[in-house]
């Protein structure tokens, strides 16, 4: 995605996906340093959804856990980066690093809005994969950085 100064985008996305078939797909501008959550069913052997989503993001890093057997006649989300996203930076995070719990603990920690408006205890189980892929890519952001998270970033939350 190129904006009027024809500058890449500034988009850095955590994917992961569960054996249903959903996937948790977290996008952290760091410009603008919103994050924007996206949980769903993939529906598609082709992963359309996903392809769609990466392609409007159009992200300069892409954050994956380590490759692991797909359901039946899925790609998984690891090896759909490596096939079409090949130009894109990937990073293969420990599973470790996908920690719900984690993610839903930074973004109140870090959200500009009263944590109790956003609604994260009501939604905390129904979307943990994307609170998962946060929590990757915040960690993965701080670190690249070597930066202290506690006191550099507000987040504004887009569901």
Known sequence: MEDDGGERSS??????????????????????????????????ISYQNTKTLLHFYDPMVIIVPPNKLAPEGMVGVSELVDRFYASVKKFVMARGCFDDTKGAMLIKNLATREPSALGLDTYYKQYYLCLASASAAIKWYFQSLNYLFETLVVLRLVW
């Open 11 to 44: 988009f850095v996305i955590g994917l992961i996906e569960n054996r249903a078939k959903e996937v948790g797909m977290a996008a952290f501008d760091l410009r603008s340093a919103s994050l924007h959550l996206s949980q769903y069913i993939e529906t598609s």
